[in-house]
Every structure is written in structure tokens, then in C-alpha cells.
T-cell receptor, first 114, second 119 residues
């Protein structure tokens, strides 16, 4: 069965430090992978996506993620954290053509300390 | 700006009443919309797929008689929580495929979400 695992429900970094949010998936077919961000009391906003093109994907707000098939991973990174990056981040996977059967990870709450 | 809009963003109701949440696609047509439910500090769970002109498809474990979904037009889907109880309190989020490419890849536009509190 397909699944998504986000390691660490809560990650805390200092402002200016590297952000690394981990996501691993399990799938028997090539996946499409997404990172979404959710600010308090808001819906989800797409950060970036991998849809079988370049394995290193750049998204909004300086975030990027690299698809590593050998490691079944799609970790999200940002070189330098800003206070405004504090939010909940969700990794999600789908397998194309399923029209919305996105499988979400449990989310990682990112806190940024001044 | 938002391309999928939900209303209301917050609603408080008494136990036993019914609440309707609207999801509209702005400036594009959505033959399919999806309703998710998010429990506090948990991930999103797909509840059902709303199909314009036909019955919704519910995920396993979701009570179709309790969560009524109507996709009345190509830009509007509604979720009605019938006879709401405190355990129905949650954050409900709708979404629609991001165009033709989105239908192929699963990429979605999400609404702002509706927080339901049942007293």
C-alpha cells in the first residue's frame, strides 16, 4: 500500500539556520510528490511538486526538495529559515490519474526561533 | 489570489443542527472536487470525491448520510453535516484539480478551510 512518512512532528530551528523536513514514501509505481504549507487557520498552499521531470525541484519562498528514488525520499530544505516560515508542512503523494487521491503525511510543525 | 473559495470559514452550531459548507472554484470549472477533514494536530483525510452531475464517492468509513455532498454546478460543491454532534467538530477543506494537468498529476487547489465547532 502507498504511504507517506514524515519524520518528526515538530522541528525547531533558529532564524537563519538550515531547514530540513523529511519525507519518505512507499510505492510500487512512480509517484507524484508534493509539499504543502498550512498557516494557522488557513487552507493548504502548494510549495512545490515533483511530477517526473527534474529531480531537484524549486518551490516558492526559497524552498526546494530533491526526489531520490533509491532512498524513496523527498525531503524539503531551505538554506536559511525566516520567522515567516513557521507553519505546518505536509508531504503528499499521488500516483497520477487518480484525480485527487492525495495521501498526506502527518505533517511537521516548523518553529523558527529568533 | 484564491482560486478555490470556501464559506463559511468558521461556524459554530448546536448539537443536532445541520451545517452547510460551500466550496467554489473561481474562474475555472471543476467537474471533480474533493473534501478533506483535518483533526487537530493531524493530517488531512480524504472524505469524499464530489462529482458534478452524479453521486459523490465516499471513502471507507465516512457516513454518506451524515456528510451529504452535492455538486450542483461546475463551480460549486457543498458539504452538509447533518445532525451535527461535537465529534464532528473539525477543519473541513475542499480542493479541486489544478486544471487538466492537475487531473493527471493529482495537483490540487485547496480552499481556505471551514472550522466547524459543534456545541
Amino acid at each position: 500500500a502507498q504511504s507517506v512518512t514524515q519524520l518528526g512532528s515538530h522541528v525547531s530551528v533558529s532564524e537563519g539556520a538550515l531547514v530540513l523536513l523529511r519525507c519518505n514514501y512507499s510505492s510500487s509505481v512512480p509517484p507524484y510528490l508534493f509539499w504543502y504549507v498550512q498557516y494557522p487557520n488557513q487552507g493548504l498552499q502548494l510549495l512545490l511538486k515533483y511530477t517526473s521531470a527534474a529531480t531537484l525541484v524549486k518551490g516558492i519562498n526559497g524552498f526546494e526538495a530533491e526526489f531520490k528514488k533509491s532512498e524513496t525520499s523527498f525531503h524539503l530544505t531551505k538554506p536559511s529559515a525566516h520567522m515567516s516560515d513557521a507553519a505546518e508542512y505536509f508531504c503528499a503523494v499521488t500516483f497520477g490519474g487518480s484525480q485527487g487521491n492525495l495521501i498526506f503525511g502527518k505533517g511537521t510543525k516548523l518553529s523558527v526561533k529568533p | 489570489g484564491a482560486v478555490v473559495s470556501q464559506h463559511p470559514s468558521r461556524v459554530i452550531c448546536k448539537s443536532g443542527t445541520s451545517v452547510k459548507i460551500e466550496c467554489r472554484s473561481l474562474d475555472f470549472q471543476a467537474t471533480t472536487m474533493f473534501w478533506y477533514r483535518q483533526f487537530p494536530k493531524q493530517s488531512l483525510m480524504l472524505m469524499a470525491t464530489s462529482n458534478e452531475g452524479s453521486k459523490a464517492t465516499y471513502e471507507q468509513g465516512v457516513e454518506k448520510d451524515k456528510f451529504l455532498i452535492n455538486h450542483a454546478s461546475l463551480t460549486l460543491s457543498t458539504l452538509t453535516v447533518t445532525s451535527a454532534h461535537p465529534e464532528d467538530s473539525s477543519f473541513y477543506i475542499c480542493s479541486a484539480p489544478r486544471g487538466v494537468a492537475g487531473q493527471a498529476t493529482g495537483e490540487l487547489f485547496f480552499g481556505e478551510g471551514s472550522r466547524l465547532t459543534v456545541l
